[in-house]
Structure formats: structure tokens, C-alpha cells
């Protein structure tokens, strides 16, 4: 018998969003078809609300939704439209009556915006606080003035600075409130891994938290030093062997501080760790040690002009010797030599 094959379900879905940047919602479009830009009403866990389709309508494996699908009701008609503009121009007038109200109140608490759902049936508020708020007597007091369900939403300082928008310190428009549709893990380990100074001042944003955008490039940081020399390395340069003081990921090149104290920049790719001394002999250039004041067969393994077999040095010794041997390559000076 041949083996019964499964086919995955296909579900056909539209895209919606209720507010601008904001996340996109999978919405069963019923057979119709939609297209980007239209406004469709929807049924949704807080009631009928209003949306603009970011999403033509298009096929998806349904193991790939993460929520029940809920119906699109209908295109929005011209009057439905006409009375969302309308609400959505007492949004800030109902803001400021509700500030007043909360001052009366005496709640710690700080509005941020005021929004109305397309036909008015529900008006909520968003705010921040340090700490839970009891408003339920504010919430008593502003269903009695304006006369619809009153909802108030604490919002955390990203959320409110998603909602306000802003100018970022980059000199653009905040990514949260421009196109990021849900905030990511961003942690000091990541300002870390680029080597960015570790002040609040600079590596925060408008809302207070770490900038969004220390993730962006993040994993780039990770992979790249993988194949670049560590802080602390000794390294063989054009102008010496030195050790690694910085790595430059964006230049792809490491500051290199030699013998004599002087910093230089190389790039990553012309630097090689010092090899390994070989039995006996010379750890930088491989010359072999003499005995006795005879040469132990060969010069030096890395072009040394040898003499009698040792390191390139004048007879006696190299003129960068210290007393006891070779400064530039550590071959010891042997007796009679």
C-alpha cells in the first residue's frame, strides 16, 4: 500500500491594521476579496471596530495563524467613514476633559491620548503610571459626561512614545512610531557587543529604555568577531608584533599597541597571530639556538642574513641586542659568539 500523503490546510485571510505602525491582524475576509487601502469593519474580541486592510486578500497555511480567525463584516460605506472622522476630531477635546477630571481625582497618573472606536460605542484612555491606579470612580464620572462605554488602558513608557511619536536622536522619525509593529528584546549585552560607551545618555531613547535599534545590527557584531582577533591578542603587523587594545567591527580593522607604546590600525585581514617557537629556537623568526658557539645547522627560518648559522645579527650580537641576546626575535647570545 503507498503511504497516505497529508495535505496541509489552506485558509484564505486579509491583513488589518487599527492603527498606524501598529500590529496586523489576520481577519477571514468570507469570499470577498479586498485590496490595500480599503477600510472593512470587523468583529473583534472588544466588539465591531473599523480597520484599514494592509494585506490583500491571500492564501496561508492555517498551522501558520497564531489566533482564531475572526470574520470581516463589510467594506466600510461612505457614512461609516464620515462619522470615524468625526469621532476621531473629539479625540483631543475628550483628552482634555478627562486630564481635568483626573486632577479633581487626585490620581497619579498621566494621559497620553484619547481614542474613539468608528461609531463611538466605546472611548478609551491610555495612561502611564509608576504604580496601579483605582479609577473607578473617574471611570464612573466620565461614562456619565460623555455618555459611552469609558475603557482606561495603562501603557508602558515604550507604548507611549509608539503613540506620541517623535524625533529619535539619529535625527528621524522614532522607528516605533513610524514601522515597528511589536517592540523586540533589546539588552546592555548587546551595547556591549558593539563597544558602545555603556552612558544612559547614549545608548537611550525618547521613552527612557535602550534605543530599539542596538538589535538591529547585533547579530552582524557577533558573526564578525567571530573570524577577528580578541582584545589581548598579540598579533605580527607590517610595523611589528603588537597586542590587540580595540576592535573596529564597522571599519573591519583592530588597533594594535607595539613594543614601542605607538597605536596603529591595521586591517583585520593583514594581521596573523605570532607562530609557535619551535624546539629550541627562535619564537619569532624560528632561528635555531647555537651551542657552544656553533651553529646548530641553518639560519634563521624567517630570511635572517645568518652568520654562522644564527640570527641575523652582526658578529657578536645584533645591534638591537640587549645584553643577554636578540631584541627583535630572543635568540640568546651564546658564549664565544
Known sequence: MSPVTSVENVVTIVGIRFRPAGRIYHFDPFGQSYTTGQYVIVETVRGTEAGRVVIASKKMAESDLTDPLKPVLRLANEDELR?????????????????QQVTQHRLPMKLVEAEYTFDGSRLTFYFTADERVDFRALVRDLAATFRTRIELRQIGA?????????????????????????????????????DLPLNPSKISGVCGRLLCCLAYENDNYIQAKQFMPQVG?????????????????????????????????????????????????????????????????????????????????????????????????????????
Not at 462619522?83 to 486630564?99: G, P, T, W
Not at 512614545?161 to 539588552?187: H, Y
Not at 597571530?273 to 646548530?296: R, Y
Open 158 to 194: 515604550r507604548d507611549q512614545a509608539k503613540l506620541q511619536g517623535g524625533v529619535g536622536p539619529c535625527g528621524k522619525t522614532l522607528c516605533c512610531s513610524s514601522w515597528i509593529t511589536e517592540f523586540g528584546v533589546v539588552s546592555i549585552k548587546m551595547a556591549k557587543e558593539q
Open 233 to 337: 591578542t598579540m598579533l605580527d603587523t607590517p610595523s611589528g608584533l603588537g597586542r590587540v587594545v580595540s576592535i573596529n567591527v564597522p571599519k573591519e580593522s583592530v588597533e594594535v599597541m607595539l613594543e614601542s607604546g605607538a597605536i596603529i590600525q591595521v586591517p583585520a585581514g593583514r594581521v596573523d597571530e605570532p607562530k609557535e617557537s619551535t624546539k629550541g629556537g627562535c619564537g619569532s623568526c624560528g632561528a635555531k639556538k647555537v651551542s657552544a658557539g656553533k651553529p646548530n645547522g641553518g639560519g634563521c627560518g624567517s630570511g635572517c642574513s645568518s652568520q654562522k648559522g644564527g640570527c641575523g645579527c652582526g658578529k657578536g650580537g645584533c645591534g638591537s641586542c640587549g645584553s643577554g641576546g636578540c631584541g627583535s626575535c630572543g635568540v640568546k647570545r651564546s658564549a664565544g659568539f
Open 83 to 99: 462619522m470615524m472622522l468625526s469621532f476621531k476630531s473629539k479625540e483631543k477635546d475628550a483628552l482634555v476633559q478627562c486630564a
